[in-house]
């Protein structure tokens, strides 16, 4: 009579796919978080702050001032009377949508006589925002 050899082979758990598969979970994860909160403002250079706190869901709209001193809405290119206007319907919307104001800085390694001033543009956009009824805004900038 012949003998059968059986060897007694446990299966393998192969732990490299496993921890590929964790990575790449864990960077679409990350990844899906920092997409999360969009603003639709310019691509502009924004000052540097250290403050503020992080953005939660709502409807967003943005105002940026550009180097020119343009107004923006939503990246569209807004007179100051249409403006005027839109602020005053938002104000007078049942759900207010959050308000972001952000303006472009000059380069600060840029020749000190060819920077233009733009603070007052600033302070008379948040004028117009609380003269509209918007008392509830924020004011972007570059994080440091």
Do not use: C, W
Not at 1 to 20: A, C, F, K, N
Not at 74 to 85: D, G, K, T, W, Y
Request: hydrophobic residues 45%.
């Amino acid at each position: 009579m012949r003998l059968i050899r059986r060897h007694d082979l446990s299966p393998r758990l192969e732990m490299t796919p496993l921890i590929d598969v964790i990575f790449l979970l864990l960077t679409f994860f990350i990844y899906s978080l920092v997409m999360m909160v969009r603003a639709e403002i310019l691509p502009v250079t924004l000052t540097s702050v250290s403050t503020g706190e992080q953005g939660q869901d709502a409807d967003v709209v943005a105002i940026t001032i550009d180097k020119a001193g343009a107004f923006y809405l939503n990246r569209r290119v807004i007179q100051p009377e249409e403006l005027n206007a839109r602020l005053t319907e938002m104000a007078g919307a049942e759900a207010q949508p959050r308000l972001f104001l952000a303006m472009e800085v000059d380069d600060p390694d840029a020749d000190p006589a060819q920077r233009v001033d733009r603070g007052p543009l600033l302070i008379g956009l948040i004028d117009r925002v609380r003269r509209a009824g918007i008392e509830d805004f924020n004011i972007v900038g570059e994080a440091e």
